[in-house]
């Protein structure tokens, strides 16, 4: 892509102070939306523009803003900046390099959504962010952006930005409320979903980092411009975070439905020491792997479902030859272990069992009936959590055994790794 639009203040000196992002024409799409939009049509225009969620199920989110029950208020807006998948880091770039283009979005998304009260729950771990963004907030509220009458519309919104303590379950949309409302962060039963009962129990509009940074690209430059990119179910453009073994790993623009050959070739610098590519995650850690035969698939919502994959939150691992899959399994099953809230039980005892029947072949002590084993434990979560976490721990154990049961029983066989002195 020649012109960044989400990365475009990327690298720019003390892009991260208003006067910069003013003179770039921040917050023009906020003047542009207070002054020709009513909040109704801000919603068509989302509508119409295809955006989807980008925190990793890919919801349109002009659909989900028109959940909202009519009439109740207070309504609440709550930026997802947990950021906690492995392998996800483009969030975090946004609100590092360009924490104006998030809150100008946040306040075009509130106007719309006729919320006067919105939150940023930023992960813990995002130390420098948060008072990246902090800092931005309290520069936003000077400027009249935020606060009363904002720009003389009649709008007020405040922004509060909340420092999470770091546990993956706080991105799950009803586990992050529960958190901000001061509890342990559990998830909760849906429904009633939070557009209809959230965050202290009223609607509440829950949107990804990335998702909210395009809206005002959107109202500056049109429906038709976000549809003129990728495919007519997935448009617009997206950002990858690549990772592993690339030469040029990092945060990539590019629009969606984009073959992952390019990302992975011309954009990120191709395999690392030129050594063939063994598997690729495509959308973040929960998402099932995949091998070389589909570098050329567009990635993009639909043709990565097709494959039996997900484009998650486009984060993308490379896999390079020599490379152990049974420990690389392995240790994201630990992380998915330590990271199951405990709340049910299928999660909290069979993370617990993928992790040590994953270690135990590892490390030498695996069984020939550890392959069905792991399998049955992966059909005894599946569908069967409280809460998508559970199911998020599955990916990379099914699709590693589909793909790579040889070198599984190659570990079990030889009672040890092949991949160890
Ligand atoms: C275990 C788990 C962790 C999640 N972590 C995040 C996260 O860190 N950031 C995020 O935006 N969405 C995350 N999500 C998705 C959110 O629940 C929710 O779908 C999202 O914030 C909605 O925003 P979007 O529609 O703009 O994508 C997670 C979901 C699950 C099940």
């Given at each position: 892509?020649?012109?960044?639009?989400?990365?475009?203040?990327?690298?720019?000196?003390?892009?991260?102070?208003?006067?910069?992002?003013?003179?770039?024409?921040?917050?023009?799409?906020?003047?542009?939306?207070?002054?020709?939009?009513?909040?109704?049509?801000?919603?068509?225009?989302?509508?119409?523009?295809?955006?989807?969620?980008?925190?990793?199920?890919?919801?349109?989110?002009?659909?989900?803003?028109?959940?909202?029950?009519?009439?109740?208020?207070?309504?609440?807006?709550?930026?997802?900046?947990?950021?906690?998948?492995p392998g996800?880091?483009?969030?975090?770039?946004?609100?590092?390099?360009?924490?104006?283009?998030?809150?100008?979005?946040?306040?075009?998304?509130?106007?719309?959504?006729?919320?006067?009260?919105?939150?940023?729950?930023?992960?813990?771990?995002?130390?420098?962010?948060?008072?990246?963004?902090?800092?931005?907030?309290?520069?936003?509220?000077?400027?009249?952006?935020?606060?009363?009458?904002?720009?003389?519309?009649?709008?007020?919104?405040?922004?509060?930005?909340?420092?999470?303590?770091?546990?993956?379950?706080?991105?799950?949309?009803?586990?992050?409320?529960?958190?901000?409302?001061?509890?342990?962060?559990?998830?909760?039963?849906?429904?009633?979903?939070?557009?209809?009962?959230?965050?202290?129990?009223?609607?509440?509009?829950?949107?990804?980092?990335?998702?909210?940074?395009?809206?005002?690209?959107?109202?500056?430059?049109?429906?038709?411009?976000?549809?003129?990119?990728?495919?007519?179910?997935?448009?617009?453009?997206?950002?990858?975070?690549?990772s592993g073994?690339?030469?040029?790993?990092?945060?990539?623009?590019?629009?969606?439905?984009?073959?992952?050959?390019?990302?992975?070739?011309?954009?990120?610098?191709?395999?690392?020491?030129?050594?063939?590519?063994?598997a690729?995650i495509?959308?973040?850690s929960s998402?099932?792997m995949?091998?070389?035969?589909?570098?050329?698939?567009?990635?993009?919502?639909?043709?990565?479902?097709?494959?039996?994959?997900?484009?998650?939150?486009?984060?993308?691992i490379?896999i390079?030859?020599?490379t152990c899959i049974v420990r690389t399994v392995e240790r994201l099953a630990e992380f998915y272990r330590h990271e199951?809230?405990?709340?049910?039980?299928?999660?909290?005892?069979?993370t617990?069992?993928l992790y040590k029947i994953l270690h135990?072949i590892e490390h030498?002590?695996?069984?020939?009936?550890?392959?069905?084993?792991?399998?049955?434990?992966?059909?005894?979560?599946?569908?069967?959590?409280?809460?998508?976490?559970?199911?998020?721990a599955?990916g990379p154990v099914?699709?590693s055994?589909?793909?790579?049961?040889?070198?599984?029983?190659?570990?079990?066989?030889?009672?040890?790794c092949?991949f160890?002195?």
């Amino acid at each position: 892509m020649a012109e960044p639009v989400l990365l475009r203040n990327v690298g720019v000196p003390d892009s991260h102070k208003i006067e910069v992002y003013m003179q770039r024409g921040g917050y023009q799409a906020l003047r542009k939306a207070l002054k020709e939009f009513q909040p109704a049509g801000l919603v068509d225009l989302v509508k119409r523009s295809g955006l989807r969620g980008r925190g990793g199920a890919g919801f349109p989110a002009g659909v989900k803003w028109s959940f909202l029950p009519k009439g109740v208020y207070p309504r609440y807006l709550v930026c997802n900046a947990d950021e906690g998948e492995p392998g996800t880091f483009k969030d975090r770039v946004l609100i590092e390099h360009d924490p104006h283009g998030l809150i100008e979005g946040i306040i075009i998304s509130c106007y719309a959504c006729e919320v006067n009260t919105a939150f940023i729950y930023i992960r813990g771990e995002y130390e420098f962010g948060a008072r990246r963004l902090e800092q931005a907030v309290q520069e936003a509220y000077e400027h009249g952006f935020l606060g009363k009458n904002i720009l003389g519309s009649g709008f007020n919104l405040d922004l509060i930005v909340h420092r999470g303590a770091g546990a993956y379950i706080c991105g799950e949309e009803t586990g992050l409320l529960t958190s901000l409302e001061g509890d342990r962060g559990h998830p909760k039963l849906k429904p009633p979903f939070p557009a209809s009962e959230g965050l202290y129990r009223k609607p509440t509009v829950i949107n990804n980092v990335e998702t909210l940074f395009n809206v005002p690209f959107i109202v500056e430059r049109g429906a038709e411009w976000y549809t003129s990119m990728g495919t007519e179910k997935s448009p617009g453009i997206k950002l990858f975070c690549i990772s592993g073994h690339v030469n040029k790993p990092g945060v990539y623009e590019l629009p969606l439905a984009t073959p992952l050959r390019t990302l992975i070739y011309d954009y990120a610098g191709g395999p690392l020491e030129g050594k063939p590519i063994k598997a690729i995650i495509p959308g973040g850690s929960s998402t099932p792997m995949i091998t070389p035969e589909h570098l050329d698939v567009p990635l993009d919502y639909e043709s990565l479902a097709a494959i039996g994959t997900m484009l998650g939150s486009g984060a993308v691992i490379v896999i390079g030859e020599g490379t152990c899959i049974v420990r690389t399994v392995e240790r994201l099953a630990e992380f998915y272990r330590h990271e199951s809230c405990g709340k049910c039980i299928p999660c909290r005892e069979g993370t617990d069992w993928l992790y040590k029947i994953l270690h135990r072949i590892e490390h030498g002590a695996g069984r020939e009936e550890d392959l069905p084993l792991l399998l049955d434990i992966c059909n005894n979560i599946g569908g069967k959590s409280f809460c998508p976490l559970g199911d998020a721990a599955l990916g990379p154990v099914r699709s590693s055994i589909a793909h790579f049961r040889d070198e599984y029983l190659q570990h079990i066989r030889e009672k040890r790794c092949p991949f160890q002195d």
